[in-house]
DNA sequence: TATATCGGTATACTTTTGGAAACCGGTATG
DNA sequence: CATACCGGTTTCCAAAAGTATACCGATATA
């Protein structure tokens, strides 16, 4: 008769597996809305108000059509930001991070205080 | 004459260029520590203790000899983690996180905090 | 002597990510 | 009429990240 145990092989001992990867979820989803070339330019960019498309593009140089559209499309999923299509002529869109995109601030600026420490800890020195 | 003004097309207005990225790059930094498929899962089984090559392997199930090897690298690189190796036969080599690695912690559990809500909102609705 | 473990490395491959360029309909501008 | 801007999409391609598999010398174990 097998057993349900916990095999310490695979994880660390103190935590159940199950645990563990409780533990891990959550913070991979938080490092997935954040990491990438883009998004946390783009995050930035529209934590000072709304924007256009373009605007956006023409802020960071580099970005493609392709991949801001993508990365628009992720925060939206996400709830972070919101599209506006205003019926003007030619139509206007707009893009704006919501409250709950505003939640992420804090964490932003951990990263940036860690960053920080670390940039003159290793980077500099190298 | 061309004077070296702000291009208010590039950064959100309120910041000068420079600030823009002198904002971005320590995120970018903490950011790139923590990314990846492998190195989260390294740095939590080495927060319970120092650990050798293969018991980390076993801990973290489809990890190879390659990604656990560069990984373990990277962080010894940025002094997250410490690689010591005892004369004995055969050698023993063990991986233990730094104080410095310790200081992730703090940044770790924010990430954690929001991706709890996270989950909570987005990922369960789907 | 055969097999296994340790701490990796080497090579080749697939998958994921991002980039370049062209294109689209609609509208405005000269 | 030609050209340009807006908000994208499509296609194809290159680079980066990760996987599979085999192998290495040294030592221990049956």
Redo the contacts with the bound molecule.
């Keep these: 008769m097998e057993t349900v145990e916990h095999d310490k092989r695979k994880c660390p001992s103190h935590l159940s597996t199950g645990e563990c990867t409780k533990m891990l979820l959550p913070v991979k989803d938080a490092l997935?809305i954040l990491?990438?070339?883009?998004?946390l330019q783009i995050i930035l960019s529209l934590t000072f108000g709304k924007k256009?498309?373009?605007?956006i593009?023409?802020e960071i140089p580099?970005?493609?059509?392709?991949?801001?559209?993508?990365?628009?499309?992720e925060l939206e999923i996400n709830e972070l930001a919101e599209?506006r299509?205003y019926d003007?002529?030619?139509?206007?869109?707009?893009?704006e991070l919501t409250l709950y995109g505003r939640t992420l601030r804090p964490l932003i600026e951990e990263l940036h205080k860690w960053g920080t420490k670390h940039r003159k800890r290793i980077i500099a020195r190298k």
Excluded: A, C, H, I
């Design positions: 997935d990491s990438g070339k883009w998004k256009r498309f373009k605007q593009q023409r580099g970005l493609t059509p392709k991949m801001l559209s993508k990365q628009l499309k599209r299509v003007t002529s030619p139509v206007t869109v707009e893009y």
